[in-house]
Structures are given as C-alpha cells and as structure tokens.
C-alpha cells in the first residue's frame, strides 16, 4: 500500500511527509556530527595525555590532530555548526509541523465536500455522531500522527541507515553489534501489530458507543426528563463508560509491553557494542577510541529511534482513523450530470419501488402517478403510507430502487442532486434552523437575496408577527437549532425560505401542522401566492388542507390505492372517502 492510501494523505500530503522525514534526516545527521567534534576533542586529549599509547583512533588515520586546531578556529566551527542546526531545525519544523495543520485542513474540506455529495441513504446508515467523531476526533489522531510520527519515523530509518553505513566504514564488527537491535526492536513492534490493533479499534469503538450516548441524551433530554428516565439512562452511560475505560486499558498495557520491550531491545545494541568492543580491543584488533566513538554515536543514535519506537504505537491507531476516514471516500457518491433541460415541470412517478436499506423492507411498490405543473396534487394515506418517501424520491434526496421518477420528462437520477434541487422549495415538517440570525436562516432559501426580498418574504410568510417581539427583531440569533422559537414559528419560517426560492416544483410536508387556526388562515394565504402556476406536490393529514387539490393521490401500505379529483374519489365511497368521514367525526369531538 502506498503512504497516500495507509495513511489517507493528499498527494501535498505525501511530499510534505517525505520532506519533513529528509530534514529530520539530515537534522539528525547535524547532531551526530556534533558529536563527531566531542569525539575529535576528547581523542586527541586522551591521546596527549596518555604521551601517544592511546592513539588517536580514526583521526590518526587521517593524520589529523583536533587539538593542532587553535580555539577561535573551533569557535568558528561551533558557529557555523550552529547555525547548521539552526536551519536544520527551522526546515524540520515547518515541514513536520508547520505545513501539517494545512494538511488535515485540506482532509477536513474534502471529508466535508464528500458529506455533501454522498446520497441520503449514507446518513440512515451512520450514526452522527460516529460522522462527528471522524470528522474532528479522527482527522485530529491522524494530524498528530502525520506530524509527530510519520516523519519522525522514517527519519530514524534513514538516519539509521545511514550512520549503519558509516560506521561499517569505520569497524563492521562493531557497526553489526550496535546496529543489530534496531531492526529487531522494529520487527518485534510490528509483529505484534495484528495483535494490537484490533484493541485499538475496539477501545476506538466503546469510546464512540459512549459519545453516542452522551450525544442522544443531551438530544433527548426533554423526553428522558419527561418520562422519568435520568437514573436509567446514566445507569447506560455509566456502563459505557466503564466499558470504553476497561478496554482503554487493556490497550494502552498492551501497547505498552509491546513499546517497552521494543524500547529495551534497543538498549541493548549499547550493551553488545560494549562487550564486542571490549573483547575486540582485548584482542588487539580495535584500537580504544575507536570503541569510544562508537559508543558516543550509538548512545546519540538510538534517541530518534527510541522516540519513533514509543510513536509506533500511535501510528498503528491513527491507522484505525485514517481508514474510517478513507471509508467515506469509498462511499459511491450520488451521480448525475449538470445539464438539465426539463420540458416543462411535471414531476411524474413510473412504477416507482423502494426500500430504504438494500434488501430491506420494500416501503414503495409500482407507484405510478403524475403531479401536473400548475395543479396541487396531494398525496393523503395512514400513517407510514410512504407518502413523505415520494416527496423524498421527487426531489432526489434519495434514488428509487426501481421504476424511475421524471422532472419535465428528465429521469431525476441523471440529474446533479444540487442542480436538481435548485428547482424545488421545501417546506419539511421537521424544521431545521441553524444558530443564526432570522434573517440569516431565512437567506437560506435563496443565497444572494438582498435584505428587502428578505423580509419581503417573511412578511408573507406571517413572520412579522413573532419576530416583531424578538429583542433584536430580525437580527436576532435564535439559538441552536432555533431552541427558542416554536413549532409554529419554525414552519412559517420555513415558508418564508420557500417563498424567497419561488422555485417552480413546491414539496408541502405537513406545512401548516403546527399552526393554530388563525395562523393557519393567514400562511394559508401566503401560501396560495406561493403556489401559484407551480406543481405542488401537498402531503397532509387533514382532508381540509386538500379539500382544494386538483388531485389526490390515496397511498396505502406503499401502494396508490386511488387517485382522481376529490369529488370523483368521495363519489368512489373508497379509502379516501373514509378518512374525510372519520376526520369529519372526529372533529366533532369535545373532551
Ligand atoms: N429514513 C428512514 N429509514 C428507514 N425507514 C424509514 C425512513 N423513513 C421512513 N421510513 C419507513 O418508511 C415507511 C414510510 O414512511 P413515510 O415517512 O414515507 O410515511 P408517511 O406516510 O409520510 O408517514 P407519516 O404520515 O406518519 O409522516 C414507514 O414504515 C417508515 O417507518
């Protein structure tokens, strides 16, 4: 597997890395060098002091004498090593940590754009906050990891390599008895990897279990307070919690034997350097400062890599991120082309089936019926009839599983979904309002309105009214999610975005639900302004919002049990007929 593919990089990504890991490199090889110079010193001081029965080791081959160098000459050697190392280190720096942040910059925007690509039936299988968790939780490991690990690493690998090289230059016996614990540390780690990782993704696992909980309960905290279930629902989060600590232990003591014992193997490369050499000069055939030079260089030369070592184990978690943020980049993205040349803006359905999860429950079977520009046609049917399915299927948020639905004669899945829904305006009955002003939530049903046509359409949505009591008035925030707004204010809101899109295909869902009479009449009203010469497609509960349709389209269990005019289908004395009767009846009531 390439870097870009283990790690879900950008190609910037990749070179940065191989940049940062080239400087930690050549940053590493500066600090041996200064090394190089205590050992200059000191070989030469213990080759005066002993009156030459020590000789000066590798410099005496090269027939070189440090202490010959006068003080201001090493002074100025110092200098200009100094500021080696300073450059050195600025470059790493930035190409370790400076450029990084840009990185999982670009990775969140991509993840974002992707989100906003991939087609509805991917949200109804991942949880939000497992979408939460990847977009900042895991970009944030891998960030770490990019920066803390990756050049680091394969730094140590390089540096390694080459101070292996040089030092079988000098003596390969010793190279090979300091040398040999790096790679066997390495491969220990990475022999337990198989081992360790499926405990990370499980301790990675019971920590979302328990965000999810966390985040359902502050999400439904006015139903747990309603329905007296505080003690039972912490009773959940509690055992989550434990759940997500015991299996964060037994990772991170995993992780820790097997980084340790990596650690001590390592170390022993100086012990081995050690017994070799002392046997070698023993011997004869060693000189002892050659010994020391190495054991000054191997006791400098295991730092990067005892460093990388204890970072091992991160990478191996920060690949659990990166692969489920590279999942999302798997995810087929809903297709279709920008060119879209309607005839018109009939919105038709052929025999349209659908089911929610493939191989699941079939919600929509061979619907066919056609909704006519310039006609209201409203689809009506019990609860869970799927008539709020067809509304999504007619603006594509999500595709039919078979047959297929038309715009003006164009097959809705050929369609960009974004160019699609430029020529829709929904009205949900869920709302949702985002931590902005009025205006600003309003705005959203047209971006580039001016603030005239703004409030043009507020106004005949009915929102003066509640938003003339707001301390701000339309420059109020209202909180996340529009926490301080009713239900009712939150649907005239709704309409007023729909108003100001003026789009030619209108989706009604339970738009006037939450409205009391009153109120009712008057969106009623703004409403009719808005529907005018469109198609609309009404999806209501109450007979007397579709009393005035052109058409009615009668679903039961997912199939069109009737369609016609209102007149025609009272007169067929069938399913529609009896839910005019019952909610007739019904309305009759008093408590
Ligand atoms: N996102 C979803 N994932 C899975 N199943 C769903 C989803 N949304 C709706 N369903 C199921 O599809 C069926 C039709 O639902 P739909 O919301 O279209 O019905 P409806 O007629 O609009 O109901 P209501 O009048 O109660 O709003 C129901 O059985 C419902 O449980």
């Known amino acids: 597997m390439t870097m870009k593919e283990k790690y879900a990089l950008t190609d910037e990504g990749v070179r940065n890395v191989r940049l940062g890991a080239a400087w930690t490199t050549v940053t590493n090889l500066v600090v041996f060098a200064g090394v190089g110079f205590v050992f200059a010193i000191m070989s030469a001081l213990v080759a005066r002091l002993t009156g030459g029965a020590v000789t000066l080791g590798p410099w005496g081959r090269l027939g070189f004498d440090p202490l010959d160098v006068p003080v201001l000459g090493w002074m100025a050697v110092l200098a200009v090593y100094l500021v080696m190392l300073f450059v050195c280190e600025r470059f790493q720096y930035y190409y370790q940590y400076g450029v990084i942040y840009k990185e999982s910059g670009r990775q969140r925007i991509a993840l974002a754009e992707r989100l906003r690509r991939l087609p509805l039936s991917f949200f109804g299988r991942r949880d939000l906050a497992d979408l939460t968790e990847t977009l900042m939780?895991?970009?944030?490991?891998?960030?770490?990891?990019?920066?803390?690990?990756?050049?680091?690493?394969?730094?140590?690998?390089?540096?390694?390599?080459?101070?292996?090289?040089?030092?079988?230059?000098?003596?390969?016996?010793?190279?090979?008895?300091?040398?040999?614990?790096?790679?066997?540390?390495?491969?220990?780690?990475?022999?337990?990897?198989?081992?360790?990782?499926?405990?990370?993704?499980?301790?990675?696992?019971?920590?979302?279990?328990?965000?999810?909980?966390?985040?359902?309960?502050?999400?439904?905290?006015?139903?747990?307070?309603?329905?007296?279930?505080?003690?039972?629902?912490?009773?959940?989060?509690?055992?989550?919690?434990?759940?997500?600590?015991?299996?964060?232990?037994?990772?991170?003591?995993?992780?820790?034997?097997?980084?340790?014992?990596?650690?001590?193997?390592?170390?022993?490369?100086?012990?081995?350097?050690?017994?070799?050499?002392?046997?070698?000069?023993?011997?004869?055939?060693?000189?002892?400062?050659?010994?020391?030079?190495?054991?000054?260089?191997?006791?400098?030369?295991?730092?990067?890599?005892?460093?990388?070592?204890?970072?091992?184990?991160?990478?191996?978690?920060?690949?659990?991120?990166?692969?489920?943020?590279?999942?999302?980049?798997?995810?087929?993205?809903?297709?279709?082309?920008?060119?879209?040349?309607?005839?018109?803006?009939?919105?038709?359905?052929?025999?349209?089936?659908?089911?929610?999860?493939?191989?699941?429950?079939?919600?929509?079977?061979?619907?066919?019926?056609?909704?006519?520009?310039?006609?209201?046609?409203?689809?009506?049917?019990?609860?869970?009839?799927?008539?709020?399915?067809?509304?999504?299927?007619?603006?594509?948020?999500?595709?039919?599983?078979?047959?297929?639905?038309?715009?003006?004669?164009?097959?809705?899945?050929?369609?960009?979904?974004?160019?699609?829904?430029?020529?829709?305006?929904?009205?949900?009955?869920?709302?949702?309002?985002?931590?902005?002003?009025?205006?600003?939530?309003?705005?959203?049903?047209?971006?580039?309105?001016?603030?005239?046509?703004?409030?043009?359409?507020?106004r005949a949505a009915n929102c003066d009214e509640f938003v003339s009591r707001m301390p701000d008035g339309y420059a109020t925030m209202i909180g996340e999610n529009g926490a301080c707004i009713s239900g009712g204010e939150r649907q005239r809101i709704s309409i007023a975005r729909a108003l100001l899109k003026d789009a030619p295909i209108v989706l009604l869902d339970e738009a006037t639900a939450s409205l009391d009479v009153e109120n009712e009449t008057r969106v009623q009203s703004a409403l009719s302004r808005l529907l005018a010469g469109k198609t609309v497609i009404v999806i209501a509960h109450r007979m007397r919002t579709v009393r005035a349709a052109d058409k009615i389209v009668v679903l039961e269990g997912g199939r069109v049990a009737e369609q016609g005019m209102p007149a025609e289908l009272l007169a067929a004395n069938g399913l529609f007929a009896r839910m005019v009767r019952l909610q007739t009846e019904s309305e009759g009531w008093t408590i």
Not at 197 to 223: I, N
Not at 366 to 381: H, K, N, P, W, Y
Request: glycine share 8%.
């Open 137 to 458: 939780t895991d970009v944030k490991t891998t960030e770490h990891a990019y920066s803390h690990v990756l050049p680091e690493l394969y730094g140590a690998y390089a540096t390694m390599a080459i101070a292996f090289a040089c030092l079988l230059a000098f003596d390969w016996r010793l190279a090979v008895a300091s040398m040999w614990s790096g790679p066997v540390a390495l491969l220990l780690l990475f022999g337990v990897r198989s081992r360790l990782q499926p405990l990370m993704r499980k301790t990675r696992m019971a920590g979302l279990k328990t965000s999810e909980l966390v985040q359902e309960a502050l999400e439904c905290v006015r139903e747990v307070r309603a329905t007296n279930q505080e003690e039972r629902y912490l009773e959940r989060v509690y055992r989550s919690v434990d759940a997500a600590e015991r299996s964060a232990i037994r990772s991170e003591l995993a992780c820790g034997v097997a980084v340790n014992g990596a650690q001590v193997v390592l170390r022993l490369g100086f012990a081995t350097t050690l017994l070799v050499g002392a046997a070698l000069v023993l011997e004869g055939t060693c000189d002892f400062l050659t010994l020391f030079c190495f054991l000054l260089v191997v006791s400098r030369i295991y730092a990067p890599f005892d460093q990388a070592l204890m970072l091992i184990a991160e990478l191996f978690s920060a690949r659990t991120a990166s692969a489920r943020m590279k999942s999302f980049f798997e995810e087929p993205m809903a297709a279709g082309g920008a060119a879209y040349a309607p005839n018109g803006h009939d919105v038709a359905f052929e025999h349209v089936g659908f089911a929610y999860e493939e191989g699941g429950e079939q919600v929509l079977s061979d619907v066919s019926f056609i909704a006519r520009e310039g006609e209201v046609t409203a689809l009506v049917g019990p609860s869970g009839s799927g008539k709020s399915t067809c509304a999504r299927l007619g603006c594509r948020l999500w595709d039919a599983s078979s047959g297929r639905v038309t715009v003006g004669g164009v097959d809705v899945s050929t369609v960009d979904p974004e160019v699609l829904l430029g020529d829709f305006s929904v009205v949900f009955q869920d709302v949702t309002l985002f931590d902005d002003t009025v205006m600003e939530n309003i705005r959203l049903g047209r971006r580039g309105a001016t603030d005239e046509e703004v409030l043009a359409a507020a």
